[in-house]
Nanobody
């Protein structure tokens, strides 16, 4: 079975940086796509970015492209979300997930989810 465990959330000042990790198990590696989503109170879950596990190809939401970077460490079976130039509007619970479809930006296409980790950006 697929298991995803996020870590690295916390409190950071606006303009600062934070790196999130998603330790994964049970992936096929040759076909799976990992996605990052976030959800703030009272708002729907929002796509952040994704990465194809086997080749490292990435894609991002317009709101995060240029500030956020997704990468992977094959040896550790871990995907990272490096967040730079953070803004208060980035405050949310961040989730990693495994897509049933490749290169999806839609939450409904992701079959497995981690527990989430809180990111709070102060002004």
């Amino acid at each position: 079975q697929v298991q995803l465990v996020e870590s690295g959330g916390g409190l950071v000042q606006a303009g600062g940086s934070l790196s999130l990790s998603c330790a994964a198990s049970g992936l096929t590696f040759s076909s799976d796509t990992m996605g990052w989503f976030r959800q703030a109170p009272g708002k729907e879950r929002e796509f952040v970015g994704g990465i194809k596990w086997n080749n490292g190809d990435t894609y991002y939401a317009d709101s995060t492209k240029g500030r956020f970077t997704i990468s992977r460490d094959n040896a550790k079976n871990t995907v990272y979300l490096q967040m730079d130039s953070l803004k208060p509007e980035d405050t949310a619970i961040y989730y990693c997930a495994v897509a049933t479809w490749s290169n999806s930006r839609v939450a409904a296409d992701y079959a497995y989810w981690g527990q989430g980790t809180q990111v709070t950006v102060s002004s």
